[in-house]
């Protein structure tokens, strides 16, 4: 492992939600500070999962077309008629001449003073100097061809099943339409119809029940390895992946192809400068790898019903469970639909209304970059509270041993186990050897070593074939004419070296060749 996840700036930011929408005999603390058993940790990551489903859909339930009507209908068709499921953001651009004008261009006037001076004879031999101003006003009067377009962006979320989106349900679209000026006849941007920006909901939707509409993520215990290191969470990571990618390629969109490739020809800012200021900090986002701590002891965990403002609800915790009571639960989904709907409110107030064609962005393209801004960092912490539980187990069984094995302690072991498995001619040996001519003494030693171990050869499993046994010498050619025969014994090395994936860097090695001293 060896890599830290960083939740403490969501944990503080849920501890004040908690203690505004919780009763006050909560006290809901992060997972590794609660004593807790090895099945509490399956728990918990169900727990976040199923949370994460819940405020995925809570995002969705703000688009227009989805509702829980909706909702049912695709859990059918994914669990019923074993169908996929596809969310799809389809963009096309249009962009053609509307016409030519000729504008006539002025400068500012600008005025211009000169003092003139001159001598005058008066008649009586005497000169006289006399000085007048004028002012000069001048401009520049230049004509401008410019070339009109009229320029259109259309997309459309649309939800549909198998491969065909035209049969699919519209979750929203809109068509923006703008008039670019360029002074060249050539259009600010060719007609182009975008590849289609999809996200795979089959997983999603098959973790819900069709009729409590109950999200139902469970791990196969028997199979799992660890929490984090199994079927069932390896599926809701790929999902998490896709999600994260997804709302990427939604924001580059919006907040930067608009503004950089289609309006690129206007230097005056437009709405499209307003999405990228666009955020979603203050939306809240319900998952925090929280246990539950009561004040009391024997107090039991609050299961109460609570109203829901979203589509679907989660499981409720098994008894003795430190998670999250259901009640805690759904109020920190209804804190999350609440500062997501007043931010929307935001949104809406400060950008152009949808339903007025004159502009590329309006209120409903902010609504999008907020949604997807606000998906992303679902996503985000809902795969490092996943990763937080595996580093949780990590640091917790570090803690146990005593220490954190590297590959350098693997290979120790496997150095004294092959000892010990192995006769002592079979055995790995130091790769260090002496270069000598035939009974001669020594002139030096070849060895390959670590940088960070250089007294220490490397150990390599070696077959030793003697000089006076070779069927056919070892030969390297030198060029066309000339060869090199090797006479001597020769030694065939096997070298077996470990290192862990998620280590910093591995060892390097190099061949260490000294000499003996006045060897030559």
């Given at each position: 492992m060896g890599r830290p996840f960083n939740v403490s700036q969501q944990v503080a930011k849920s501890l004040e939600v908690a203690r505004r929408v919780l009763d006050t005999n909560k006290n809901p603390v992060i997972a590794s500070d609660v004593d807790h058993q090895y099945e509490d940790k399956y728990a918990l990551v169900e727990f976040l999962t199923n949370t994460g489903i819940a405020a995925f859909l809570n995002v969705l339930q703000q688009l227009d077309g989805f509702n829980e009507e909706v909702l049912k209908q695709v859990i059918l068709v994914v669990k019923g008629q074993q169908r996929s499921m596809t969310l799809r953001l389809a963009c096309e651009e249009d962009c053609e001449l509307s016409g030519e004008h000729t504008r006539t261009i002025e400068t500012p006037t600008h005025q211009v003073t000169v003092d003139t001076s001159r001598m005058e004879d008066t008649g009586d031999g005497t000169p006289n100097s006399t000085s007048s101003q004028q002012v000069y006003s001048h401009k520049i009067v230049k004509e401008v061809r410019e070339y009109h377009w009229k320029a259109g962006i259309r997309h459309r979320l649309i939800l549909f099943a198998g491969t065909d989106p035209s049969m699919g349900i519209v979750l929203g679209s809109r068509t923006g339409m703008s008039t670019l000026v360029t002074r060249m006849k050539k259009a600010p941007y060719p007609p182009n119809t975008r590849s289609p920006i999809d996200l795979d909901l089959t997983w999603m939707m098959g973790q819900i029940g069709q009729e409590t509409l109950e999200c139902s993520f469970k791990i196969d215990?028997?199979?799992?390895k660890t929490p984090r290191r199994n079927k069932q969470t390896e599926e809701a990571l790929s999902f998490i992946q896709n999600l994260i990618l997804w709302t990427r390629q939604t924001l580059t969109y919006f907040q930067s192809t608009i503004k950089y490739e289609l309006l690129?020809?206007?230097?005056?800012?437009?709405?499209?400068?307003?999405?990228?200021g666009l955020a979603?900090?203050?939306?809240?986002?319900?998952?925090?790898p929280f246990f539950q701590e009561y004040e009391r002891d024997g107090q039991s965990a609050d299961n109460a019903v609570v109203e829901k403002n979203g589509l679907v609800t989660v499981p409720t915790p098994t008894p003795g469970s430190p998670v999250l009571p259901l009640k805690d639960t759904t109020l920190f989904l209804n804190e999350q639909c609440r500062t997501l709907q007043n931010a929307l409110l935001d949104v809406a107030g400060n950008y152009p209304d949808p339903n007025e064609q004159s502009n590329f962005i309006s209120g409903y393209e902010g609504k999008l970059v907020l949604l997807s801004q606000h998906l992303s960092d679902i996503a985000r912490q809902w795969h490092s509270c996943i990763d937080f539980v595996e580093q949780m187990l990590f640091n917790q069984l570090v803690s146990a041993i005593g220490k954190e094995l590297a590959s350098s302690d693997f290979?120790?072991?496997?150095?004294?186990h092959n000892q010990r498995l192995m006769g002592k001619s079979f055995s790995p040996k130091p790769f260090c050897h002496a270069i000598r001519q035939p009974n001669q003494y020594p002139d030096g030693v070849l060895s390959v070593v670590s940088r960070h171990s250089e007294e220490h050869p490397i150990d390599t499993f070696t077959r030793h074939i003697p000089g006076d046994s070779l069927v056919a010498p070892m030969c390297i050619p030198l060029n066309e004419a000339a060869t090199v025969d090797f006479l001597g014994d020769q030694y065939l090395h096997g070298w077996l070296d470990t290192h862990f994936l998620l280590e910093s860097h591995g060892a390097s090695f190099y061949i260490n060749a000294r000499a003996r001293q006045f060897s030559w």
């Open positions: 215990r028997e199979q799992a690129s020809s206007q230097s005056e800012e437009t709405p499209a400068d307003w999405l990228r979603a900090s203050g939306v809240f986002v319900p998952l925090v290979n120790d072991f496997m150095k004294f």
